[in-house]
């Protein structure tokens, strides 16, 4: 990608103006340790030196994300709060008393969870939230409806992974969270491209030009076409007149 400074200097101005617009005094974001959040981070504290909070949310969780989380932190300076969800998971489930629920929905609960607790912030602080969805995933609908899309602004969606990274040796994350395999912490030992089926690199490479081995490429315009809905507004029934 061309022009990093420039590009990462244009998302930090569209941070500001988008945050100025809505009357609001800063930005709020998950800390998880992963590449996406680290960027993020990155990108907010330049906007909101004074005025940007991440929040670690362990949930059941593997102890290596917070630790991550917690460095980004330190080589931002940046402004922190810790909230453990593992007992309000536990609850939620135990209340709703599912038989045999699916993995998916279970793991699912996590990000809705974290959602409301960076809104509870936000509305706190009269902060906005910022969400750390890239291209990639936003394409194929690799994220969880209403839990990590349930936020006011995406600054890295029109960026695809190989771009992320890019962005964090730009911003000067630290080599652990650069080299960390890809994942979104639902369960213990979850890889990204395990659970997509492909890789990253083939992924961003159909993105751009359209190309890539027949079968993905079908997989990637299926996962597409069914993700659809997670991308629009809820459809409204419009009645008919005679």
Known sequence: MEKIEKICQDIVEWLRVMVNNAGGKGLVFGLSGGIDSAVVAGLSKRAFPESSLGIIMPCHSNPEDEEHGLLVAKVLNLEIERVDLSKTFDELVEAVNLTNPSKLALANIKPRLRMTTLYYFAQNYNYLVVGSSNRSEFAIGYFTKHGDSGVDLLPLAS???????????????????????????????????????FGYDVLDNYILNKTGPTEIVRKIERMSQNSQHKRKYPPIFIPKFD
Do not use: H, T
């Open 159 to 197: 960026f695809v992974k190989g771009e992320i990274y890019q962005m964090a040796e730009f911003l000067n994350i630290p080599r652990e969270i650069i080299e960390k395999p890809p994942s979104a912490g639902l369960w213990e030992n979850q890889k990204d491209e395990d659970e997509m089926g």
